[in-house]
C-alpha cells in the first residue's frame, strides 16, 4: 500500500537512529503481514497486549481502564439502574468474546 511505501521513507531517510529527537515517538499498529516494511520492525520496539484469561479477570480489566473510571462517565447519566445494567452487559458481552476466541 501507498503508507507502507512512505512510511518506510520516513524510518529510513528521515529518522537517524543513532540520534533520535529525545520526545519522537512512532506508535504504529499492525496484523503479521509480508509487506509490512522489514526495517520499522528491526528499529522498534515490539509490544502486545494481550487479554486476561478467565471472564473475571477481563470483567475486572475493563472497569479499571478509561472511560469507565471516570466518575463522571460511570455516574453521570440520568437513569444510573439501567445505565449500570447495560455496561455490565456490555463488558460481560466482550469478556466472553475475548474467552471464546480460543475454541
Known amino acids: 500500500a501507498w503508507y507502507q511505501r512512505r512510511v518506510r521513507e520516513i524510518c529510513e531517510e528521515t529518522l537517524i537512529p543513532d540520534k533520535p529527537h529525545p520526545t519522537f515517538r512512532m506508535w504504529l499498529t499492525s496484523y503479521p503481514s509480508d509487506t509490512f ?60 468474546v475475548q474467552e471464546r476466541r480460543k475454541f
Open 37 to 96: 516494511p522489514v526495517a520499522i520492525l528491526q528499529n522498534g520496539i515490539k509490544m502486545t497486549n494481550e487479554p486476561p484469561k478467565g471472564l473475571r479477570a477481563n470483567l475486572l480489566r475493563s472497569y479499571l481502564n478509561d472511560p469507565i473510571t471516570n466518575v463522571e462517565f460511570y455516574t453521570g447519566c440520568s437513569k444510573p439502574s439501567p445505565w449500570q445494567k447495560l455496561l455490565f452487559s456490555l463488558c460481560f458481552f466482550h469478556a466472553n
